[in-house]
Nanobody, 121 residues
């Protein structure tokens, strides 16, 4: 059973960098052909895909966030980390890590419980 757990600060000041780490257990982040994703949900809004890092280490980002986003990984710790730079209060919301898998097409088959991030001075 794969499990994902987000960790990171719950409060970030505007213009700073938001960094969140997802720790994976019960599976490897280098296994073909899974993609390890970050998704967020602003208050009262729907889910927004931020980006993901592939089993190969390649990264893909939402076009609207690409200039301010990076995702890295530590395969020995089975962790992948989101860095969102120059945040504004609009970045406030729940942040989830998830696995995107080629199952029945493509689907998010495992999710972390989510972590609340507030951007405020």
């Amino acid at each position: 059973q794969v499990q994902l757990q987000e960790s990171g600060p719950g409060l970030v000041k505007p213009s700073q960098t938001l960094s969140l780490t997802c720790t994976v257990s019960g599976g490897s982040i280098t296994t073909n052909y899974y993609y390890w994703s970050w998704v967020r949900q602003p208050p009262g809004k729907g889910l927004e895909w931020i980006g993901h890092i592939a089993y190969s280490g390649s990264t893909y980002y939402s076009p609207s966030l690409k200039s301010r986003t990076s995702i890295s990984r530590d395969t020995s710790k089975k962790q992948f980390t989101l860095h969102l730079h120059s945040v504004t209060p609009e970045a406030t919301g729940m942040y989830y890590c998830a696995r995107w898998a080629p199952i029945g097409g493509w689907t998010y088959d495992y999710w972390g419980q989510g972590t609340q991030v507030t951007v405020s001075s």
